[in-house]
Nanobody, 120 residues
């Protein structure tokens, strides 16, 4: 079985920074694209950032210039560095990854999420 576990969420003041981690474990042949999503209360789940296995990145306009997605392929871990946080960034942040297992088609896996609250 493959598992994704997020960590690093918490309470932070406006203008502050936070770094989220997403660790993948299990019987993994390769990890293709990794992604961060977020979902605020009463809102649709939103794609925040993506990173390919080769390191190419894309960002939602709302976070461009403030957030940085990265990955350490030796640790099967993705990160999301969040700077200049505002209350609008408050959400549950989810890790998502396209993972290939042996003798199986690649498919998406989801973490359970980590809560980020930006408030005075």
């Amino acid at each position: 079985q493959v598992q994704l576990v997020e960590s690093g969420g918490g309470l932070v003041q406006p203008g502050g920074s936070l770094r989220l981690s997403c660790a993948a474990s299990g019987s993994i042949a390769s990890i293709n694209e990794m992604r961060w999503y977020r979902q605020a209360p009463g809102k649709e789940r939103e794609l925040v950032a993506t990173i390919t296995s080769g390191g190419s990145t894309n960002y939602a306009d709302s976070v461009k210039g403030r957030f940085t997605i990265s990955r350490d392929n030796t640790k099967n871990t993705a990160y999301l560095q969040m700077n200049s946080l505002t209350p609008k960034d408050t959400a549950v942040y989810y890790c998502n990854a396209d993972i290939q297992r042996l003798w199986s088609y690649a498919r998406d896996y989801w973490g359970k999420g980590t809560l980020v609250t930006v408030s005075t």
